[in-house]
């Protein structure tokens, strides 16, 4: 995502409002193209040089903050690594000692005519068993600025060793390499990409976001549900307005609390609110609002009102759906496929009618003769939702429902009055065979959930 220096949104009245650019217009295109084509060309140099020549286009450029906005997309889709025959560390460590007695070296090395510094480093790079080249350049070869650009995309550098376990990637969602293969970074790719990023920087300050989708459902709460954003879903009809059930529901809306209301503006909470974003452009049909705390000079205080919708033309770099929605239930799946036991974890996507509001369980766990639960992981709910979804579960007597529950959060097995004996408390992970035995005792004959 941009950083908040780089945003570009416009305040009228109460409403705020991203600065998006023409995706078609030339100029726009031309400097995407041209900021593309200096990441390809600089595929295995030195960070250094890559910025560079990044900051001699923005020189040149009346933009400074679209290029520079642009520019930080491309280094998210990068990766650079220390790239050293030798560990950078070793060899100043050699090369110091050899030079304590004779000769200091202090600053970054060139090839001049010191014969005696010539002496120090070639007398090294024997020792290594390194050409003098590099050993001239590994000396500061993990200083950030000397850093490769290794990866580029779809793109390897020629230099890169891909079987390298300490290499890492800015993706968050998705397999890098599948995407890649189907998604080459264009200038169409850039741009479009921007605009979103635009959008996702106006909500790091949000207080309160209201989604409405009409259509891929269990993908949108997936992401809900991946980035712990507190949530409550409602049925409405296709005008957007709520009904009563589920059977009278063309679409969903989830209100979705931010940083501002909940932890005292906590930066970190409004990233995860932009970052879902991109799973909104995934349906056909979406439409968001969002209040947004304006903390700008005389106005600090102040919300704001931010709207968008699917005629905006945004496209997503999300996968469809997300197989797991936290690394808890990735693990606990993984531990399911070992254990010894007749029942299946399935990843459930039925909506769970509370009345008014709705419930997508995490998991169902189904036996063979046809017994069946529903499985619900409860790591990031504040005390106040919790105790309101606990009171709406027992309303709705959903008699198979079963949660585990984080011990981190600030509850106890008082909220749970009543349902207390089928929860499952865990701190880092879930056991799989507690699972079972919870879903041996309340499990009931399948049956559509209406």
């Known amino acids: 995502m ?5 945003a570009r949104s416009r305040t009228h009245d109460d409403n705020i409002s991203p600065l998006f650019i023409d995706v078609d217009e030339h100029r726009y295109q031309q400097t995407a193209a041209e900021l593309i084509e200096i990441f390809n060309e600089h595929l ?53 000692e050899k030079a304590n007695d004779s000769y200091p070296i202090v600053r970054q090395p060139t090839l001049g005519d010191d014969t005696q510094q010539l002496e120090v480093y070639s007398s090294v790079a024997d020792q290594l068993g390194i050409t003098l080249e590099e050993c001239y350049r590994g000396m500061y070869a993990d200083l950030e600025e000397n850093k490769r650009l290794v990866r580029f995309g779809h793109r390897v550098s020629d230099e890169y060793d891909e079987t390298d376990d300490s290499s890492t990637t800015t993706r968050l969602t998705g397999n ?25 920087a106006v909500l790091y300050d949000a207080t309160e976001m209201r ?55 906590s930066r970190k909470y409004g990233i995860r609110m932009a970052n879902f974003l991109p799973a909104l452009p995934l349906c056909d049909r979406w439409e968001m609002e969002a209040d947004i ?41 993984q531990k399911w496929e ?17 009345g008014a509001e709705v419930m997508l369980p995490d998991f169902a766990i189904e036996h063979p003769d046809g017994r ?28 198979n429902l079963i949660m585990s529950v984080s011990e981190r959060l600030d509850c106890s097995s008082e909220d749970f009055k009543g349902m207390d004996d089928r929860v499952l408390w865990f701190k ?12 041996e005792e309340y499990a009931l004959d399948r049956s559509p959930i209406q």
Request: glycine share 6%; hydrophobic share 40%; aromatic share 10%.
């Open 428 to 439: 880092s992970g879930i056991h799989v065979y507690d699972v079972v035995e919870l879903a």
């Open 44 to 96: 295995g140099d030195p960070k250094g040089e890559l910025e560079d020549t990044i900051d001699q286009l923005t020189v040149a450029d009346t933009d400074y903050k679209i290029v520079q906005g642009l520019a930080k997309l491309l280094r998210d889709e990068c990766e650079f690594e220390t790239v050293a025959p030798v560990e950078p560390q070793a060899i100043r460590q050699a090369l110091f």
């Open 372 to 399: 069946r639960a529903i499985f619900e992981v409860i790591g990031f709910w504040t005390p106040e939702y919790l105790d309101e979804k606990l009171t709406k579960i027992r309303e709705a007597n959903h008699d």
């Open 176 to 200: 890098s390499d599948e995407s890649y293969a189907e998604d080459t970074i264009t200038t169409e790719w850039l741009l479009t990409r921007y605009n979103l990023a635009l959008a996702q």
């Open 338 to 354: 070992r254990a010894n036991t007749d029942w299946h974890l399935i990843r459930e996507d039925d909506v769970l009618d509370l």
């Open 293 to 333: 705390l304006n903390d700008e000079g005389g106005s600090a205080g102040r919300t704001l009102s931010f709207e968008l919708d699917h005629t905006e033309d945004l496209s997503s770099h999300y996968a469809a759906q997300g197989e797991f929605d936290s690394d808890v239930e990735r693990t606990l799946a």
């Open 211 to 265: 989604v409405r989708v009409w259509d891929s459902f269990a993908t949108v709460f997936s992401y809900v549900k991946l980035f712990g954003l507190m949530h409550r879903i409602y049925p409405i009809d296709s005008t957007g307005a709520r009904v009563a059930s589920t059977n009278l529901a063309d679409g969903y809306e989830a209100i979705l609390d931010g940083a501002a209301s909940l932890f005292s503006k």
């Open 2 to 6: 941009l950083t908040a220096d780089l």
